[in-house]
């Protein structure tokens, strides 16, 4: 598995270093140690099976924690201090001289990853890997406790912080099924309650409002032939019903279904994968690796992209819990064909508008901002789920596929997956103007 790839490399390094100790500015700045810790969070959400808003927020704030302490270097971005909402008074190094900030932000990303997940276990590990692989180096004992003591302090600042973005009151919400004509209802197989019924109350990062920006409505719900409704719901009846090859590796591709379940027969199982934020999470470090970027000019794009799909879901759920519309699948099992089963497995919420395309649009608008929406790369992230790997011209190829991905798979009306892009794309921007600005390291590799 990929996941392995981290600690098996780690181990490696830590025996090349322990015969003869290298510089540890070639050791721990390398980005691919943060792109592989990163990496290793992804797996460890996936393993632990978090919903994908709740995974936004878990990379959202593992990130921001590395970006803030790279910022408290000075050197090349600006703290985010007083532009995100309650974000003030971020620990200070007491010796700045004494820490190294790039291997501090490193420890700030994991300290923060293991206290919002559950697997300790694993996520100690990876700690103890990274620690271990800077011990090995020739970092002085000065330097290497500075370091993690200052990455714990900002671990430490940003989980305080989090803890008042109505997280915790969030927990254990239930919505209410109406019954009603065009709202939603829960969909087959598992018939599970709607998800995060109150994810629109957590605190925005750069949004001011989960409805900041005018969201175009859904046609009236109709269940009449020749209605603009019932015809939205046909166009996706016809479009899953003709499935191309091409089609269907599409849709398979970007499900990002993080608990699936199966049923043979009388027997039903369950499979994790993936989020769609974990999905974005792989191409940024593809991309990053690509483009040969720096560990500040990583971490920068890492940030960007995990808050503009943190803020994208809040978005994404104010929307549709505002709606409460009905999925394709009960809509074209009640009024078109009883019989009918879409491509993919509906998600257990209700339908407008269609939350994967918002947050990809997000995460790729600010990838496009900072790289080039030109930038090509190759995605090989869903390889573990036996998908192969696909390759795209620009980020506006890959966001837009993703949209159709989510209405071949008959999750989604296309009207869902249009609105949804068009909201991505201002958050995208949003971040890239209101927040980060473009990146100084970026800018002078340009």
Known sequence: ????????????LVVA??????????????PLLYSGAMHELNYVIIYDIFTPPVASRIFAYANLAAYETLAKEGEHYASL??????????PTPA???????PFASVIAMMKVGRALTFSEDRMDALIDSVTTLAK??????????????????????????????????????????????????????????????KWMTIRTMALDSPNQYPIIPPPEFSKEPGSPFYAMAKMVYDTVNALDTNMQWIANFWDCNSFKLHQEGHVMFATKAMTPCGHWMEVVGTVAKTKKSDWYQTVYAYTGASIAMFDGFIDAWWCKYHWDLIRPET????????????????????????????ISAG????????????????????????????????????????????????????????????????????????????????????
């Not at 598995?1 to 490696?12: D, N, P, S, T």
């Not at 201090?81 to 971020?90: A, F, M, P």
């Not at 030109?374 to 998908?387: A, I, M």
Request: include cysteine.
């Open 17 to 30: 270093t322990s015969c003869n100790k290298k510089d540890y500015k070639t050791v721990l700045h390398d």
């Open 136 to 197: 090995n180096t020739n970092m002085t004992t000065e330097m290497f406790d500075s370091s993690v003591s200052y990455g714990n302090q900002m671990a430490l600042a940003i989980l305080k912080w989090s803890t008042k973005d109505s997280y915790g009151k969030t927990r254990g919400s239930k919505f209410t099924v109406t019954g009603l004509d065009g709202h939603w209802s829960p969909t087959p197989p598992g018939y599970f309650d709607a998800v995060e019924p």
């Open 1 to 12: 598995m990929k996941r392995r790839v981290l600690l098996g490399l780690l181990a490696i």
């Open 331 to 358: 809509f074209i099992n009640q009024y078109i064909d009883p019989n009918w089963k879409p491509f993919l497995q509906t998600p257990p919420f209700p339908e407008y508008i269609s939350a994967h395309s918002v």
């Open 363 to 446: 995460a790729a608008r600010f990838l496009a901002r900072t790289y080039g929406d030109s930038t090509s790369f190759r995605d090989s992230s869903e390889r573990d789920w036996g998908w192969p790997d696909r390759s795209f011209s620009s980020f506006s190829e890959a966001t837009w596929e993703v949209s159709r991905s989510r209405f071949y798979g008959g999750i989604h009306y296309y009207n869902a997956i249009l609105e949804g892009r068009r909201q991505g794309i201002f958050i995208g921007d949003l971040v890239m103007d209101k927040l980060l600005g473009p990146s100084k390291e970026l800018a002078k590799n340009k």
């Open 95 to 101: 010796k700045p001289d004494q820490v190294d900030f």
């Open 81 to 90: 201090e007083g532009k995100i909402k309650d974000l003030d008074s971020l």
